[in-house]
């Protein structure tokens, strides 16, 4: 009963393993230095777990005319990947690269 018990709970490892071989064979593929993988994955993650916030895009009057929390959640990822030296056409393949490896069923 236990082997069975260990062998389930590290079958989602060898799945999220699988998933992040993917997602930085993407990245390499368009020309992202991934030396270190680890906080790349990390915003991928983090991409994802921002479509909790609704895909509302541009200025939204129930929040004073500001950017909607969404707009400004992926802006900051975009701002902190462009700090960490990635150039515009690498933040928008890394995010297209995160949602079809983390978040597949959205957008």
Do not use: W
């Not at 999220?16 to 593929?29: C, E, I, N, Y």
């Amino acid at each position: 009963m236990l082997a069975v018990a260990a062998i389930s709970l590290a079958a989602p490892s060898a799945h999220a393993d699988g998933l992040d071989d993917q997602f930085v064979g993407l990245l390499t593929k368009d020309g992202v230095d991934v030396a270190n993988p680890a906080p790349l994955i990390g915003i991928a993650h983090q991409r994802c777990n921002d479509n909790v916030l609704g895909h509302d895009q541009g200025l939204m009057p129930r929040f004073g005319l500001q950017p909607s929390p969404y707009s400004t959640a992926i802006r900051g990822l975009e701002s902190r990947l462009m700090a960490d030296g990635l150039t515009p056409p690498q933040v928008d393949h890394f995010m297209q690269d995160a949602v079809t490896v983390y978040c597949p069923g959205s957008s």
